[in-house]
């Protein structure tokens, strides 16, 4: 008698490997990165500009930094390679919501902006003094501004100024960098960036409120 043979189970056998092995080849190669595909990798900062003021005050002073690019504030956050990293309302946005410590108050008023690249024109600093409801003995506070550069690190420029009213604007500095990134004519000549309405001065707590501030015209 004629014996007969199957080869199925090995061919189901071989089928079933090789069914396995496109499967991990294409889970594989669909977890590969795109190596074209840009990565937002946010890059290093070049420059930094610091402004502070009193702690213990929940006041709202903005920086404001205007650029070849144009000007950087609290309305406009990124402008070329300069950006500002956080608009701090005073005490109204430094409260903890959750949590052992809701409710307590982080005081550190300070805002920054960033330049991340090396653009050349004239950079000029303001701090604009946007809101208060205290007194006017408390309303007085000092701002501290310091503009450094980071590689190589220098110091570029420091110093405090007193604010005594709501809308005051005053230039802390002004200073011209070069397509290297390095930077001349440190001065400290006078430019306004903000122009406020006379009704800004009233009590008012309304960030959102667009009629409050106007830019001046190609500042944005």
């Given at each position: 008698?004629?014996k ?27 977890l ?32 404001w ?38 409710g ?31 007194g ?24 405090s ?31 306004n ?28």
């Amino acid at each position: 008698m004629r014996k007969y043979s199957s080869n199925l189970a090995f061919i189901d056998l071989l089928f079933n490997l090789i069914l396995g092995f496109v499967f991990l080849f294409v889970v594989s190669f669909l977890l590969i990165n795109d190596p074209t595909k840009e990565d937002h990798v946010e890059e290093k900062a070049e420059y930094m500009i610091i402004m502070s003021w009193n702690n213990d005050r929940g006041v709202d002073v903005d920086l404001w930094v205007e650029g070849p690019e144009g000007l950087v504030g609290f309305r406009n956050t990124q402008q070329g390679f300069m950006n500002l990293d956080r608009d701090d309302l005073g005490h109204r946005n430094d409260i903890i919501r959750k949590g052992p410590n809701a409710g307590q108050i982080v005081e550190i008023n300070r805002e920054v902006v960033n330049i991340r690249g090396f653009q050349p024109g004239e950079y000029v600093v303001n701090a604009h003094y946007y809101f208060t409801n205290l007194g006017p003995v408390k309303s007085r506070i000092q701002v501290d501004v310091e503009v450094i550069k980071l590689n190589p690190y220098s110091q570029i420029y420091v110093d405090s100024k007193e604010f005594s009213f709501r809308g005051e604007e005053q230039t802390f500095v002004r200073f011209t960098m070069k397509p290297d990134g390095t930077y001349y004519n440190v001065n400290t000549l006078k430019k306004n960036l903000v122009s406020t309405f006379n009704h800004m001065l009233q009590p008012s707590a309304a960030r959102s409120s667009d009629d409050e501030l106007t830019i001046p015209s190609g500042g944005l």
